[in-house]
């Protein structure tokens, strides 16, 4: 991703409500094909869901997360 498209996602994050987990709100906030690749892997490995990467999210650390959309 550019540089321009995760200053968009990380303000994104901030703008949904507090209540929601983190992990929640940066899977939520990811682009549409991002999600879409998520949500293919996941169910390739047999999940029904993706709470396994809501998970993943959530443990990232703010500077990891941003290398992780890096590479997105």
Known sequence: ???A???KTLKKIEELPSEYS????????LPSRVR???GLACVLRGESND???K???NDL???EY??????A
């Open 51 to 53: 709470l396994s990467m």
């Open 22 to 29: 983190l992990g929640f709100k940066r899977l939520t906030v």
């Open 36 to 38: 879409k690749n998520i």
């Open 61 to 63: 650390t703010e500077n």
């Open 5 to 7: 498209i995760i200053t």
């Open 1 to 3: 991703m550019t540089t």
């Open 66 to 71: 941003i290398n992780f959309l890096k590479l």
């Open 55 to 57: 998970e993943f999210l």
